[in-house]
């Protein structure tokens, strides 16, 4: 069970995500959105948003550049294992902890409002209940690292996050002896890839980053002066 939990399940997971997300944007264009709910409770939306959003890009970004980065090139830099344990678990722990604090606001919201429970998915509710409890496990994490300052232990995971992505067959013994809490972690995260496609998490693919570096800004008017700007123009023509 354990070799089919981490040596071959993360392989389901990461092709049902690839996959299945082209699909869904081929067959489903008009699906791939976070449907919006903003009128409604808007400063706890923002609030909880902003937060949950902030500590959640520092969490992915950071495990992905913990995990993927070959050990060498620590080493290479002078980087010990023992400091970059201690950066993960502040780092890691802060922007867990606000993550966690927007989520549970946006899931307060989403689930104490009648309104907005009524125009809520099981997958919009279900997909914010998974993240919320893996940030509680991730946050569980930091009690068992801080036994285990040496780095050791963040070292088998980085081996074994590196061998599933060079397939390695033995990747999944790298982990096992792995704590229970690492484990379960783990294996959430995973279905969350795999559950992915299917829920309102495919809009993170289509963030508009486009629209930071746009040539210019988008220039409103209000409807009475756009009518008398347009009923200007139309008598200079008729002149």
Known sequence: MHEFLFGIYPYICLSVLLVGSIVRYE?????????????????????????????????????????????QLFDMLGISHSFKQALAIVVGGVAGLLALAGGLMLLHRRLRDPRIRRTSSFADIGILVLLVVQLLLGLATI?????????????????????????????????TDAHIIFKIHIFLGLTIFLLFPFTRLVHMLSAPIGYIFRPGYQVVRSRRKAASTDSSSAHAQGG
């Open 27 to 71: 067959r489903d264009p008009f699906t791939w959105k976070s449907s919006s709910s903003q009128l409604l409770r808007r400063k706890q939306l923002i609030a909880g948003s902003v937060m949950f959003h902030t500590g959640v890009l520092i969490v992915f970004f950071g495990h992905l550049v913990g995990l993927l980065t070959p050990i």
């Open 143 to 175: 009690a068992i690292s801080l036994q285990h300052l040496e780095g050791g232990q963040m070292v088998a995971f980085m081996a074994w996050s590196i061998g599933i992505f060079t397939f390695d067959i033995s990747a999944a013994s790298y982990i």
